[in-house]
């Protein structure tokens, strides 16, 4: 079986979870508090921060001139989206950048980028493709199912939007590709290592829904 298959396969039920949480259906509904999206916002933009470094490392550690593009082409697109959100969501939910200095780190976000980082330090591109796949993947499949029916909010109907494009869909293609391809290169052990990468990215993705739906504080405290 392709590995991406398998994978998808294997994280069937924590993927559902995700697409059935509360934070996706009260999007959907337009009934979602916009205390909490601006949370998840500032929480996300932390993320892809660190979603974008953990690529530039990627690229470092590619030898193949293709991949190493790849990479860098993906950083590429996370920077004008991370530019687009700052114009358009922070601007409409007048999110300020003093805000966003005081907003301490969750810790669903620390923890997923740190799972992400530990595989960057094994220097396996394998797995690091592995771990970043999900929310690649995960989202788009989430665009897919909400952009059906939309959402009644004009400002979540336009976040939908964003994860429904050809230049997405595309690039959630490549990192497929990618991801098999590598897998193809890797000993039995390591593929092991990789699905592992990418079920707990899995788990992170549905506990960052929640983490924003509960604006998640240290010391199991909510805000």
């Known amino acids: 079986m392709i590995f991406t298959e398998e994978v998808r396969k294997s994280a069937e039920r924590i993927w559902r979870k995700s697409k ?30 660190q979603f974008s470094k953990i690529h530039l490392k990627a690229a470092d550690i590619a030898v193949e001139k293709e991949l190493k593009t790849i990479f860098l082409t993906a950083v590429e697109s996370l920077e ?22 005081q907003t301490p780190i969750a810790p669903t976000a620390y923890h997923y980028t740190s799972h992400m980082y ?22 788009q499949e989430i665009g897919d199912e909400l952009i059906k029916s939309g959402s009644p909010n004009p400002l979540y109907q336009r976040w939908i ?10 690039s959630v293609l490549t ?43 240290w010391g199991g405290k909510h805000a």
């Open 20 to 49: 059935e949480h509360a934070f996706i259906s009260e999007l959907k509904a337009g009934t979602l508090p916009p205390e909490i999206f601006r949370f998840y916002l500032i929480q996300d933009r932390y993320y892809l921060e």
């Open 80 to 101: 004008a989206a991370e530019i687009s959100v700052r114009n358009t969501f922070f601007k409409e939910l007048e999110v300020t950048d003093e805000q966003i200095s």
């Open 118 to 139: 530990r595989e960057v330090e094994s220097k396996s591109l394998a797995r690091i493709v592995a771990a970043l796949l999900p929310c690649y993947w995960l989202y």
């Open 161 to 170: 939007e964003t994860y429904n494009s050809d230049g997405y869909r595309e």
């Open 175 to 217: 990192q497929k590709r990618l991801t098999d391809y590598l897998a193809e290169q890797v000993s039995k052990e390591e593929r092991v290592l990789m699905k592992q990468a990418f079920i707990i990215s899995s788990y992170e993705e549905l506990s960052f829904w929640e983490m924003a739906y509960t604006k998640q504080q």
